[in-house]
């Protein structure tokens, strides 16, 4: 529809003296009429730095349990194992040096490393053995 058109139209509507209501029901809300100033748009998450600022936790009896005092027991499922050399999940190990590795070439690497450097991957994950 050109401008000019729609331009008479609403002069026409004008000079017709016809009152329409201020919202219509087809139209879509504006943001600002929606969310006035100084108003949040929807729900306002806290961070865990602004719960425990905003609460006195030293008042609370020690026994109770709140965000500052989270205990929880160890895990019920075993520990992930990880590659020792490119830290993907290792569902492998390798039976002479026990590295543990994610894929084929990384077995072909970890056999043609020395005896020393074995001895160093082994020692980041605090299981450094004695090679024979």
Known sequence: ????????????????????????????????????????????????????????????????PNYVNIESPPS????????????FEAPYIDPRTSLRYASVDVFKRIRSLPNEYIQRWLSLRNAAIVLK
């Open 76 to 87: 019920m499922y075993p520990s992930k194992k990880f590659c020792d050399i490119t830290g």
């Open 1 to 64: 529809m050109p401008f000019y058109y729609a331009a008479t139209m609403e002069s026409e509507v004008i000079a017709a003296d016809i009152l329409l209501p201020p919202v219509l029901t087809f139209k879509r809300i504006q943001m600002s009429d929606k969310y006035p100033k100084g108003h949040a748009r929807g729900r306002h998450w806290k961070h865990l730095k602004q719960i425990l600022q905003a609460e006195n936790y030293q008042n609370y009896p020690t026994y109770e």
